[in-house]
């Protein structure tokens, strides 16, 4: 009877040292299940994607002897392409229609200056996490679109006494995913130009571009 009682005693230690190693491997199957519908779902997504912008910029250049200049408001619109090269890392190259109008006062007088730029920025971004990105790049080409004056609402197209315009562009993105292939979110981005934007052989003065961006971004996967 001792011999019996002993050996189911040891039959359930067994039993219940087998459940543990089955609990065990079904965590294990379990995690790595999740781990590869996670890669899946991962590897679904667009390494190419496509952006819409939409939205208004606002103007504070910087005056090196020019008078007192005033930012204005204005719009920005466009759209560009990203490529996703690591997890976390893309490139991005847009092109970006933007008005970086300006007044400048001086005691007599008060000069509107309407400019417009075509702008192509390159980004190197960072993602974090879906829903956040991080950028910063130059932009290559600010083409000199149009450029109209008025002074006491005369108005006159002065587009040759601008020049293009070239700098650095830094900003970010915030936004959320209405589904694994489009997302809705805040474009900001301010540009630094380094260039002399007026256009004159001995220039005694310098205006240089300070354009901060405000767009609704839409983005779609492409591939």
């Known amino acids: 009877m001792g011999f019996e009682v002993y050996a189911d005693i040891l039959m ?19 995690s790595q299940s999740s781990f590869g519908e996670r890669r899946m779902s991962s590897g679904a997504l667009k390494k190419l994607s496509g952006l819409l912008y ?13 008078g007192s200049l005033t930012g204005q408001t204005g719009l920005a619109f466009g759209f560009g392409v990203d490529y996703k090269i690591m997890s976390q890392i893309s490139l991005g190259l847009d092109m970006l229609y933007t008005q970086k109008s300006y007044q400048n006062k001086t005691p007599t007088s008060v000069m509107q200056y309407d400019l417009s730029y075509l702008e192509f920025p390159i980004y190197v971004k960072w993602s974090p996490f879906r829903e956040f990105q991080l950028k910063a790049g ?14 006491s ?15 650095v562009s830094l900003g970010g993105w915030l936004g959320f995913w209405a589904n694994p292939q489009l997302a809705v979110g805040v474009d900001l981005r301010y540009d630094i130009g380094f260039a002399n934007i007026q256009n004159v052989a001995e220039p005694s003065s310098a205006i240089k571009t300070r354009t901060f961006t405000s767009t609704l971004a839409l983005v779609f996967g492409l591939k």
């Open 12 to 30: 359930e230690e067994v039993s219940l040292r087998n459940m543990k190693y089955i609990l065990v491997f079904m965590l294990i199957l379990f």
């Open 54 to 66: 939409g939205g208004f910029s606002f103007t504070n250049h910087k005056s090196e002897g020019a």
């Open 138 to 151: 130059p932009y290559l080409a600010g083409m000199m679109v149009s450029a109209n004056q008025q002074v």
């Open 153 to 167: 609402g005369v108005d006159s197209a002065i587009k040759g006494n601008f020049a293009n315009d070239f700098g």
